[in-house]
């Protein structure tokens, strides 16, 4: 019933620039939270940085003034500028949206399948 379908992953040097983008799909009434998760091998899976429908938007201390999270309420889309990256942001990167669907009455949690950003020389 919803997707969430990720793209713009790949190999980058360190200090480089990547664009992650993410479109919702499906019978959707509204999104609230819309956010960018990560897992490096190893790791717990690990919030990047949110944005709420209202445009309030937060990040984890390691990624601010690096990263910045971007939405597009009526297109139902979610984006992450990636700069001045680093080995350490080497991870599978997750779009996570809270999507109320049309005919339900509370909203659910969906992922994305994940797209890999691979920060090396």
């Known amino acids: 019933q919803v997707q969430l379908v990720e793209s713009g992953g790949g190999l980058v040097q360190p200090g480089g620039s990547l664009r992650l983008s993410c479109a919702a799909s499906?019978?959707?009434?509204?999104?609230?939270?819309m956010a960018w998760y990560r897992q490096a091998p190893g790791k717990a899976r690990e919030l990047v940085a949110t944005e709420t429908r209202r445009g309030i938007t937060n990040y984890r201390d390691s990624v601010k003034g690096r990263f910045t999270i971007s939405r597009d309420t009526a297109k139902n889309t979610v984006s992450l500028q990636m700069n001045s990256l680093k080995p350490e942001d080497t991870a599978v990167y997750y779009c996570?949206?809270?999507?109320?669907?049309?005919?339900?009455?509370?909203?659910?949690?969906?992922w994305g399948q994940g797209t890999q950003v691979t920060v090396s020389s």
């Open positions: 499906g019978s959707i009434f509204s999104i609230n939270d």
């Open positions: 996570y949206a809270e999507i109320l669907l049309h005919g339900r009455l509370k909203p659910y949690g969906y």
